[in-house]
Structures are given as C-alpha cells and as structure tokens.
C-alpha cells in the first residue's frame, strides 16, 4: 500500500497504544515555537520543554489552557477599538491557533462581529497597512504559470476546505484587491471554531489577478500586484489553471468562491460546481440564510412562505442567489416554477427588472417582468420604482441587499401593512453602515408590527414597552455547517437539494428559541452540526457521498459520526518524531 503522506511537513496526529491523540512533530526548538498550530506558550510541559529542545525558551510556569484563556481575554478588553481588537485576534491566531480557537469558542457572540462582519470589512480596507503575518496562500498573475510549483510550499497535505476569493466585490465595500485574503482567513476561522473543520484542514485563498481601484494600484504600501484586474480569456485561463493545480495537490478539498462581482460568480460558479465541489457562499449561502429566515418570519406570522409575495432590492449575487433560494423554496412547498417565479419581485438601479433595460445578465433574465406582468400598475418612469414596486405587487416581504444606506424609506414601508398587518423587511446588507434601514425606524413605521433581521448584528431595541430580538441574517449560520456536510461525505458535488437541506435545517432550528426569526449566535456550533448532519445525508440521497462509512449510518450513527470528527480546541501532547532534527 502506498504511504500516507503526514498531516504536514512538520508534524503528523497519531494515537498510542491507548487510543489517545498526539502529535509526532519533527521539528523543534525556536522554530517549533514559531508554528502556530504547535506553539502552546507557557503551556508545555516540564517534559515536553525538555523533549523538544524548548527549555529556557519560554517561562518556566507550566500554564493550563484555562489560564491562558484569562490572561489573554484580558488582554484583548484593554484594546482601544474594534478593529485593534480585530489585529489581537489574528496576532493571537498566527502565534497560539489552539488559544486562539479555545478563546473564540468561550466568546463566540462577542467575538464574531470582531473577527468577521462588521470589523472584518475595515480590516479588509486597511490589509496591506497591518500585515505582519504570512497565513494563507496567494497565487497572482506574477506566478500562475507556476501554481502547481506554488501548492507544494504549502506545508499542510490533507487540506479539505479552500475559501477563494478574487476580492472584486467585498462585502458592500466593492473591489479591495489583495485584502480580500482578511475574508478567506475569518471565512476559514468560522469553519473551524463553528463547523469544527480542523485548521490544518483549511486553506483561505487570494486569486490576485489586479485591482481596478487606482489608489490601491498608486499606493506603494499597497500588497497585491500593481495592474488591472484581469478579464474575458486571460482570467478564465487563470482560474483554470488554479482549479487544475489544486485538485491535483488537494484532490479531497471543497472550494467555497467568495465575494466575486455578480456576474464573475455566476460564471465561476457554473465553471466549476461539477469540476471540482464547491459552492459560492455570496450566492448560495446568502440565498439559504435569507430562505431560513423567511420561512421562520412566515412561520411567527402563523402563515406559510408560500403566502407571502417578496421583493427582493439588488440584482447582485447576492441578490439574485435570495431570489433564486426563494423561487426554490416556495417550489419545494408546493407551487409550480411560474407560480413561484411570480411571488419574485427584484429590483435593481433601474428599478423593477423588465426586459428590455439595458445591461440585463443571464443570471438576473428569469426574474425579468414583461410589461403584461405589470399591466395596470400606475408607473410615472418607464420602468417601476421601488416604492411603485412594494405598493403594487402587494409585498409581504421586503429585502435588502444593494449596500445603499437608508435605501428603505417610511411611505415604502408603510404601504406594505395594506398588504399585511406583519410586515417581514430584511435590510440584508454589510458592514453595518451600508445597512438599507436601521432596525429602530422600520419597528417605528410600523408601531412594531414588522419582523425584522439584519445582516450586521443589532442590539434588541425597546418599543413601546416590549423588547424586540432583531434578528442577525448571517451566512456564518450556513457555511461551516454545509462545507462540513460535504466534507464528511466527500461530496463529488454541492448540489441545490444540499444547499436547500441547509436552509430548511437553519429554519427547523430556529423554532425551538421562540419568536426568533434566526437563533442567537451563541448556538451557532451544534447548528452547525445539525447543518452538516442533514447536508451529508442529503448527499448520501442525491447519490453525490463518496465517503464509504457515512452511506449506510442510521440518522443518529450520522450524527455520532459527524460530533466524532469535529475539531476541539485542546492542547494535545507533543513527541519528538524520530529522525526529528534538534
């Protein structure tokens, strides 16, 4: 049989004789400490220490994890800002990973607007200026003739989740250039410290083929390549080549596409689902989230989805990935493809998309109206208005997804509770200050009849006396738990019954915290259990599972199965490898 190759070039995870887990390492000394997954600090042991070639290297008080826990959470109080606080978890992150995780898990909810939305859309700005750390791997039009040359430097061999990104479309913030690797690294943080993906099983990704934004082309500080993106032939050849190399070295990974410009992700998206499993998160993982909220909204209204009549603003990824999840989630209640099509209102900068405007992409052309599908409304321009939208397509559910602050107005919002005395109005968009509506307005327009769920978190807001949960729409409630479904079962593809399962187990979930419209942060590591159980079985269904173990397990063995192979933050021991040089 051949050898199966370590974990990494500088360690493997083995058991002893009594089944326990340890890390044969063959490194040590000062470079052992400089490996952020190996480095425990203080937290050696006196053995250990002496083993490894590390005594005198560090304090002699043999420190617990817990110990280290208060010492750097007191740390991080003391810092002055969101985003100092931010640069303490990634300095945390790239010299202690197992502290850094066992202290993200204890403040998860008070954590996760730091390490990922809102912070993480200025620590995307701002990249190139607080680099100090090498984490991840970057391929650039420099050096993609040499990918394959590239993947060998990475010292992980059994990487199974890839987040990657070309960084053209941020957040709401647009092109970023090389700091769009900020949202691979905190994308893979959720993987782990939610999904339970090992670290050394993940590998965030920049694809820097150049930057549109001349100041970040002028600036001298500024770390990517210095030219213009990459378009038409030359870019599809680079991503190309990219998938070709990274199936070779990592033949078991997923690859999650981020915050690619809506009609790149489209077009990657459809490139490669079947060429490699993956899914792009901006579309289908925006798209499951908002569906779960939905069907829980619909569900507090003491309705279904399928009563409801939504209009989705923004005809994005983002956008057209809700409208999309929508149209297959009333299918999958019951309505036939026209029926559910007609429930779908999208709006874009022209307004309601009609054939015939200027610009239409592939993608957004099914969600296109005729003019007979609007015959009798009252339009003052040639294409109707987002107010003219709401007001005559009857909308019980308004969301947003445009990055346009204030783009939800009172009249907009006040005409809907003629079509419903519970309005749903979802001001979807990131950071928080491109949200489309803050939360206090829309429960002041509506004398705190609407239901309502952001993309940023939102403290819950007091009105007339009652306290009101706004709800946080977060993909981090879908990904980890659907990436590491499809890594359990090794899924050939991530099909749309996978993603939808998702989003019907987020829903399902959520029932169980009240009048919620998504559950609160802190639960997020079990949901994504339950996320990860339900889209392998859907795998093992579709036929797609190619793990052999899985495809037979009764729906609690799955589960069993699943909690066994999440990863927990805990220092494990450390044995020096033979052959190990000192």
């Known amino acids: 049989m051949p050898e199966v190759p370590r974990v990494s070039r500088y360690y493997d995870v ?26 425990k600090s203080t937290g050696f042991t006196p053995e250990e220490r002496r083993a490894l070639g590390i005594e005198g290297l560090i304090p002699p008080h043999h420190s617990t994890l817990e110990e280290q826990k208060r010492r750097t959470y007191l740390r991080y109080l003391q810092q002055a800002t969101d985003l100092d606080k931010h640069e303490f978890l990634r300095a945390l992150q790239d010299r202690n990973e197992v502290l850094f995780y066992a202290l993200f898990a204890d403040h998860l909810e008070e954590m996760l607007p730091i390490l990922y939305t809102p912070t993480v859309g200025e620590a995307v700005r701002v990249f190139s200026h607080i680099y100090r750390y090498p984490r991840g791997f ?24 890839i987040v990657a990104t070309d960084s053209s479309a941020i957040l709401g913030i647009g092109d970023q250039g090389f700091g769009g690797m900020a949202i691979s690294i905190g994308k893979l943080s959720l993987y782990t410290a939610a999904g339970g ?14 930057t549109d934004r001349q100041d970040l082309i002028d600036d001298p500080l500024y770390l990517g390549v210095h ?35 809506r009609g790149t992700a489209f077009r990657v998206l459809e490139r490669y689902r079947k060429v490699v499993p993956s899914f792009n998160d901006d579309i289908q993982g925006t798209g499951a ?24 603003v923004g005809a994005g990824a983002g956008g057209i990935g809700v409208a999309m999840a929508i149209r297959q989630g009333l299918m999958r209640e019951g309505l036939g493809y026209a029926e559910a099509n007609a429930r779908v209102f999208v709006v874009d900068r022209y307004g309601l998309l ?6 239409l992409e592939d993608h957004q052309l099914s969600f296109a109206r005729s003019p007979e599908d609007v015959a009798g409304w009252t339009c003052e321009g ?33 005409a809907m509770l003629a079509h419903t005395p519970r309005p749903i109005v979802f001001p979807l968009s990131n950071p928080t200050s491109n949200v489309e509506a803050q939360p206090a307005d829309l429960l002041r327009w509506t004398d705190g009849a609407a239901i309502i769920a952001t993309g940023s978190p939102f403290a819950d807001i007091e009105y007339g006396g009652q306290l009101y949960p706004v709800g946080q729409g977060n993909n981090a409630f879908i990904f980890p738990g659907l990436g590491f479904g499809a890594v359990i079962s090794r899924a050939r593809e991530i099909t749309d019954g996978m993603v939808m399962e ?26 994504s259990l339950k996320v990860a159980v339900r889209v392998a079985r859907r795998a093992i269904t579709e036929g797609v599972c190619a793990e052999r173990r899985v495809r037979n397990l009764t729906d609690d063995e799955l589960e069993t199965f699943v909690r066994g192979r999440q990863w927990v933050p805990k220092y494990l021991p450390l044995r020096k490898a033979a052959g190990a040089r000192d």
Do not use: C
Request: aromatic share 6%.
């Open 382 to 414: 040639e294409w109707p208005t987002l107010h003219e939208t709401v007001t005559q397509s009857g909308a019980t559910a308004l969301l947003g997804l445009t990055g346009v602050p204030g783009l939800f107005r009172q009249p907009t919002i006040e």
């Open 289 to 312: 989230m908002a569906l779960a909220g939905l069907i829980s909204a619909s569900r507090l209204k003491g309705e279904r989805l399928t009563d409801q009549t939504f209009v989705v």
């Open 14 to 39: 083995k058991r002893d004789p009594d089944g326990h887990r340890y890390l044969d390492v063959n490194v040590t000394g000062f470079s052992l400490l400089h490996i952020p997954l190996l480095n």
């Open 197 to 210: 993906v090992g670290p050394d099983k993940t590998l965030p990704v920049e694809l820097d083929v150049g």
């Open 138 to 161: 970057a391929v650039s039009t420099e050096n993609i003739d040499r990918v394959d040359e590239l993947l060998e430097n990475v010292p992980l061999n059994d990487v199974r989740m």
């Open 502 to 527: 998702a989003a019907q187990t987020l829903a399902d979930e959520t029932a169980q915290y009240g009048h919620r419209v998504y559950p609160p942060i802190s639960a997020i590591r079990e949901l």
């Open 354 to 359: 009609m054939h015939g405007q200027p610009g």
């Open 227 to 261: 030219h213009k993106r990459l378009t038409g032939a030359e870019y599809d050849e680079f991503l190309d080549r990219f998938v070709e190399a990274t199936v070779a070295r990592y033949p078991k990974a997923i690859i999650q596409w981020e915050d690619f410009a």
